[in-house]
């Protein structure tokens, strides 16, 4: 299973904001769309990404400060990418290794949409749940074994 089938079951519209965003603002964004990380755009680039538990560790680093600060000053740039042709098997090993919850999916050096672990999960179950529907109506059809 691919990357590109689960991006082709979801919305592709990938919620972002501007590097000089302030803090407060992008937690508001989030809040308002319901997202665990939202990333951030510059020139029509991925410049970052900003999570749920990037609030929590600097607000207790930061205290209130951390509101009044850009978005740029705190997101995280080192970011693993991957791309629509990668196997989700390796898509969750490298979020399970690296304690990745959102994985930016680019293409051709263009972000084309977001996969959470949850929704690759969630693919990974469908996908067991169908080849095991599968097998048990061979093995009770005429040509199966049973």
């Known amino acids: 299973m691919y990357i590109k089938q689960i991006l082709a079951k979801k919305d592709r519209r990938v919620l972002s904001v501007e590097p000089e965003t302030l803090?407060?603002?992008?937690?508001?964004?989030?809040?308002?769309?319901?997202?665990?990380?939202?990333?951030?755009?510059?020139?029509?680039?991925?410049?970052?990404?900003?999570?749920?538990?990037?609030?929590?560790?600097?607000?207790?680093?930061?205290?209130?400060?951390?509101?009044?600060?850009?978005?740029?000053?705190?997101?995280t740039t080192s970011i693993t990418t991957m791309t629509p042709e990668d196997d989700v098997d390796e898509l969750l090993s490298i979020m399970l290794k690296k304690r990745i919850r959102h994985m930016p999916i680019l293409e051709n050096d263009t972000l084309i949409?977001?996969?959470?672990?949850?929704d690759a999960v969630k693919a990974k179950i469908e996908k067991t749940e169908e080849e095991n529907k599968n097998l048990k109506q061979y093995m009770y059809s005429e040509n199966g074994f049973i």
């Open 23 to 75: 803090v407060m603002d992008v937690v508001k964004f989030m809040t308002k769309y319901d997202i665990g990380s939202v990333i951030i755009l510059g020139e029509g680039k991925l410049k970052g990404i900003f999570t749920e538990r990037d609030v929590l560790h600097l607000s207790a680093e930061l205290g209130l400060d951390l509101f009044k600060k850009s978005v740029s000053e705190v997101m």
């Open 113 to 118: 949409g977001i996969i959470s672990i949850g």
